[in-house]
């Protein structure tokens, strides 16, 4: 199955360049693409739990703050 991507290529060349790199691979873009899009999913999943716990269908950003530590 192919996998659906959100977050834009071009997005992650400027965080890396931010980060300091002078040049990016296109399969680091893509890995760092993988890597945050998996980690953005984690987070959403505890915040959902959060806000469930709480009474809430909505996602507020303490949730979440909280679901990324």
């Not at 899009?37 to 909505?58: C, P, V, Y």
């Amino acid at each position: 199955m192919a996998r659906s991507n959100i977050l834009p290529v071009a997005a992650m060349e400027k965080l890396l360049k931010k980060a300091g790199a002078p040049r990016v691979s296109e399969e680091a873009k893509e890995a760092l693409r993988e890597v945050l899009e998996d980690k953005a999913a984690e987070i959403g999943m505890q915040a959902l739990k959060f806000a469930n716990h709480s009474g809430r269908k909505t996602i507020k950003r303490a949730d979440i703050k909280l679901a990324s530590k």
